[in-house]
């Protein structure tokens, strides 16, 4: 923690996590690449400005470019023309040697838009534009998640309709859901299939392996839940009506071949909307920006806000997985948390926020009175916005950041260890039953073990402003919220010792060197760590 310049005093961890308020409580770029760029204008939905609109634009040039570049998105078509870029399988193999798990995370986001540069595209696409990225290698994404999986997971594993898998289509401009109770078999999936029905696979990490690495991997670049849906399309036929999401879309394409348009938020209020849409007609959506046809290995991004739909063509099935992410991830949800706090402590610190309303404020505010010519509304708001401006003072930003960081923990998936994870964690721990008995029981942690956090995000120090507790990661479901956020209380002589450790990632750090009053203190505290898998050894134990 940091230390006063002032009094030249250390402060410690547990001290600084009291003073949070109650009121919050719960890559390098690729090389030899040849890109063909086609930049289409945006035309606001085929509906032209008028004449008076043009001519009053005219008059405000500086309005009218900073409009432009609002509004005027680009969209963009990349085709890779060598068949450059790692296999999946492969490149799991080879992430799984990456000892800093930030960096894999970065490889993995960087593998899944090539070719773009994570830089170019973060600058100039994402939350931006839609962009199609065409590899013309139908075995990019090969491992990810296949049409055999589908029909395994079906036969082996616990398919709930509505829960796990939908039943939909899209015919005559109307979407239906056709669920039926129970369990999702193949002999009853398979035959909507044939009669024209998609699939969509709500949560396919709880039932792929592969799927679950993938997601766990990238939550850590976004900082944000990663999530995906699997849909499974007949040919010629459409399983979902124009719409557009609340989240971040990668549309991968795995099998086959689907026809998308891509269509621009219809206003500025649609622009990163917080919710995502209903069913839209197509005479509601103007033109696309964006028809394309995604071919196995192809991508397609598109932000929150833009609509879209996707057909399959008649002479073959498709296979995508959509992967997904942002979604409640604005500037606008931190302060939903900071505001009710700040507020709530501003009327208990400051007198100007408790103070009376005028007595006749009724009789000149309010709707039925916003038209009227009367100084007292404009004193009114005149002090209404002064409170505004002070309130940011109150303004307990950590501690509303610590709210929505322990919704986000909630949220995660475990991660998928690699094998030296395993080996150096509780799970590849060599304690065990053998010939009658329980051999290596009494192989401790010591004060000379080199440990870490067993991945950079996996655990976060956050206070209810009476008790500091870390929340982790590691013994969350891969079903969605199926359990309660894992955290446990953290004693006041751990704090200190606990910001060195998540600070000190990717270094390993002897148990030795913890910031603790004795060694059986940092010991037990390693101990606790290592048993819910939150650190990891630098040798196996």
């Keep these: 923690m940091q230390t006063r310049k002032m009094e030249c005093k250390h402060v410690s961890a547990f001290a600084l996590y009291q003073n949070v308020p109650k009121e919050l409580t719960p890559a390098a770029e690729p090389s030899s690449l040849q890109l063909t760029l086609k930049k289409k204008k945006r035309k606001e939905n085929g509906i032209q400005h008028t004449k008076a609109i043009k001519k009053a634009k005219r008059s405000h040039v500086g309005m009218k470019m900073k409009r432009l570049a609002q509004k005027e998105r680009l969209t963009e078509e990349i085709t890779c023309l060598e068949r450059n870029g790692e296999a999946l399988d492969a490149l799991l193999i080879d992430l799984s040697k990456v000892t800093n798990s930030r960096e894999r995370a970065s490889k993995l986001f960087q593998w899944l838009i090539f070719p773009i540069p994570s830089k170019s595209f973060l600058r100039d696409t994402w939350e931006k534009k839609p962009i199609h990225i065409s590899r013309k290698n139908e075995d990019y994404y090969k491992g990810l998640f296949s049409t055999a999986e589908f029909d395994r997971i079906l036969r082996h594993d616990d398919v709930q309709y509505g829960v796990n898998l939908d039943i939909t289509s899209y015919t005559n401009g109307k979407r239906e859901t056709h669920n039926p109770p129970g369990r999702a078999l193949p002999f009853t999936v398979w035959d909507f299939y044939e009669n024209g029905c998609s699939l969509r696979m709500v949560n396919p990490q709880a039932f792929s392996s592969t799927v679950w690495n993938v997601l766990s991997i990238l939550q850590e670049h976004f900082g944000s839940m990663a999530g995906a849906n699997v849909y499974l399309t007949p040919p010629g036929t459409q399983g979902f009506a124009p719409h557009y999401d609340d989240i971040e879309a990668f549309v991968v394409q795995l099998e086959g071949k689907k026809h998308w348009r891509v269509y621009n938020p219809r206003s500025e209020e649609e622009v990163l909307p917080v919710l995502s849409s209903s069913n839209f007609s197509q005479s509601e959506i103007g033109k696309p920006i964006l028809e394309v046809v995604l071919e196995a ?245």
């Design 297 to 541: 290995g192809d991508l397609l991004y598109f932000p929150r806000g833009f609509i879209h739909q996707g057909n399959c063509l008649p002479d073959t099935h498709s296979l995508h997985i959509t992967i997904s992410s942002y979604q409640k991830n604005s500037w606008g949800d931190v302060l939903m948390k900071v505001v009710p706090a700040a507020l709530e402590m501003a009327m208990e610190e400051d007198v100007e926020f408790r103070r009376g309303l005028p007595l006749d404020y009724l009789t000149f505010m309010g709707v039925q009175n916003s038209d009227k010519d009367d100084p007292r509304r404009t004193q009114f708001l005149s002090h209404i916005d002064r409170l505004i401006k002070k309130l940011s003072t109150y303004a307990p930003v950590d501690a509303a950041v610590d709210q929505k960081a322990i919704h986000f923990f909630h949220d995660c998936l475990p991660p998928m260890l690699t094998p030296e994870e395993h080996e150096t964690s509780v799970h590849g721990a060599p304690t065990r039953w053998q010939d009658g008995e329980a051999k290596d029981v009494g192989r401790h942690i010591r004060s000379q073990t080199r440990v870490r956090l067993i991945r950079a995000g996996c655990a976060r120090l956050c206070s209810d402003g009476e008790a500091v507790h870390l929340y982790y990661t590691a013994d969350n479901s891969r079903v969605y919220h199926k359990e309660e956020p894992k955290s446990f209380e953290i004693k006041p002589e751990h704090t200190d010792a606990m910001e060195y450790l998540i600070n000190s990632y990717p270094e390993y750090v002897t148990v030795g060197s913890l910031p603790c009053e004795s060694s059986e203190v940092k010991i037990s505290l390693a101990e606790v760590l290592f048993e819910r898998a939150i650190i990891h050894t630098a040798a196996p134990l």
